[in-house]
């Protein structure tokens, strides 16, 4: 089990970046694939990119390719989301998650989340 803490959230303007930070425990980060989900009210949490171990591969959801990056630092035990041209609909509570298999990260383990509000 690894223990997640997101960072990096916040209001932004509309057409603005934010980047999001996400701290993990433990030894063995390198592992681990990791991934971004966000949840907006009323809504069910959807899945916005993943990463594997190496860093070498990396997925998107449509609703963001091009305007979301994930990456990661294995020296630091951390992934990043850089999100630009933020939109109104990104609005949402955002979530690291942590799995062995990237293909099942959605039932990995989960950070606390942090709020992403974009102001039109």
């Known amino acids: 089990q690894v223990q997640l803490v997101e960072s990096g959230g916040g209001l932004v303007q509309a057409g603005g970046s934010l980047r999001l930070s996400c701290a993990a425990s433990g030894r063995t980060f390198s592992s681990y694939a990791m991934g971004w989900f966000r949840q907006a009210p009323g809504k069910e949490r959807e899945f916005l990119a993943a990463i594997s171990g190496s860093g070498e591969h990396t997925y998107y959801a449509d609703s963001v390719e091009g305007r979301f990056t994930i990456s990661r630092d294995n020296a630091k035990n951390t992934v990043y989301l850089q999100m630009n041209s933020l939109k109104p609909e990104d609005t949402a509570v955002y979530y690291c998650?942590?799995?062995?298999?990237?293909?099942?990260?959605?039932?990995?383990?989960w950070g606390q989340g942090t709020q992403v509000t974009v102001s039109s």
């Open positions: 998650a942590a799995s062995h298999n990237i293909a099942t990260i959605s039932h990995g383990d």
